[in-house]
């Protein structure tokens, strides 16, 4: 079964300093691949998504991600953080071959210190 | 326009009690899921309809869980005689394509006692 794993379930950063959110998979064929955020009582709000294009993707709220095949990797990053990037953020898959529902990883909370 | 609506946002259901939890769509979205997410966690996997059809339940923990779309919009999510565990958020998503993702909604944060 497909699995998807975020490594660190909380960072702390500083306002202005870089984020970086790690998250991998587990299947030998790269999969949709999707970040989300969640902000405290709300809902999920799509970051951004690889799908098999650019390898590099730009999303929302200034966020980008690298997919790299040969890490099982799709990492999330954020060149300068602001106090409204505190949240909770989810790296999710859905397997190409079949199948719609998303596989969520365990979460990273982000804190950003003034 | 219009996104994913969820009611009630809040539910406190006395163990035992039924609870009936509601999900419009964005219209024209033919897949619905259903997520259950406790606290500190990722969303898990309900079930999925496409249009009417229920094509995967494999997520719903009991038989105390039944889901129906009986007319390819609006969900409901039922939950017969809660029990404690029951306890998460509730979260409906909607999608056009499974690569765009999905669109969620803000959930129903359930609470038995």
């Known amino acids: 079964a497909q699995s998807v794993t975020q490594l660190g379930s909380h960072v702390s950063v500083s306002e202005g300093a870089l984020v970086l959110l790690r998250c991998n998979y587990s299947s030998s064929v790269p999969p949709y691949l999707f970040w989300y955020v969640q902000y405290p009582n709300q809902g999920l709000q799509l970051l951004l998504k690889?799908?098999?294009?650019?390898?590099l993707v730009k999303g929302i709220n200034g966020f980008e991600a690298e997919f790299k095949k040969s890490e099982t990797s799709f990492h999330l990053t954020k060149p300068s953080a602001h106090m409204s990037d505190a949240a909770e953020y989810f790296c999710?898959?859905?397997?190409?071959?079949?199948?719609?529902?998303?596989?969520f990883g365990g979460g990273t909370r982000v804190l950003v210190k003034p | 326009g219009a996104g994913v609506s969820q009611s009630p946002r809040y539910k406190v259901a006395k163990r035992g009690q039924d609870v009936a939890l509601r999900c419009d769509p964005i219209?024209?979205?033919?897949?619905l899921f259903w997520y259950q997410q406790a606290l500190g966690q990722g969303p898990e996997f309900l079930t999925y309809?496409?249009?009417?059809?229920?094509?995967?339940k494999s997520g719903l923990p009991s038989d105390r869980f039944f889901a129906e779309r009986p007319e390819g919009s609006v969900s409901t999510l039922k939950i017969q005689r809660t029990q404690q565990e029951d306890s998460a958020v509730y979260l409906c998503?909607?999608?056009?394509?499974?690569?765009?993702?999905?669109?969620f909604g803000p959930g129903t944060r359930l609470l038995v006692l």
């Open positions: 999710a898959v859905i397997p190409k071959a079949a199948g719609n529902k998303l596989t």
């Open positions: 998503a909607s999608s056009l394509a499974r690569d765009r993702g999905s669109d």
């Open positions: 309809f496409q249009n009417e059809a229920q094509l995967d």
């Open positions: 219209s024209g979205h033919v897949s």
């Open positions: 690889y799908t098999s294009a650019a390898t």
